[in-house]
């Protein structure tokens, strides 16, 4: 069974960061392509960042790409994701989700694509 957990989030003041991390384990990780994702109130759960099993290749949503990285290490079944220059509108619950990848070369956008879900950490951005 694979369980998904993350932690990091919190209070802070615009313009300033946030480290999330999740930690998977039960499953075969080095294989999972991995992504976040984050839900405001009212609104529809978005795509923010996405990462190959390898960690070669990274993708973000518009709206956080040049402020947001992702990351991982495959040796400890963790992934990351460094959160600079917040803003207020990145108020959210963030939730960490990881697949299987049928090919290899699929960038994964959709959250219907993914399997492996934890419950959140919540991230709220003071202006």
């Known amino acids: 069974q694979v369980q998904v957990a993350e932690s990091g989030g919190g209070l802070v003041q615009a313009g300033g960061s946030l480290r999330l991390s999740c930690v998977v384990s039960g499953g075969a990780f080095n294989s999972y392509v991995m992504g976040w994702f984050r839900q405001a109130p009212g609104k529809e759960r978005e795509f923010v960042a996405g990462?190959?099993?390898?960690?070669?290749?990274?993708y973000y949503a518009d709206s956080v790409k040049g402020r947001f990285t992702i990351s991982r290490d495959n040796a400890k079944n963790m992934v990351y994701l460094q959160m600079n220059s917040l803003k207020p509108e990145d108020t959210a619950v963030y939730l960490c989700?990881?697949?299987?990848?049928?090919?290899?070369?699929?960038?994964?956008?959709?959250?219907?694509?993914?399997?492996?879900w934890g419950h959140g950490t919540q991230v709220t951005v003071s202006s």
């Open positions: 989700a990881g697949t299987l990848p049928l090919y290899s070369s699929t960038l994964y956008y959709s959250s219907d694509e993914y399997v492996y």
């Open positions: 990462i190959r099993w390898s960690g070669d290749t990274t």
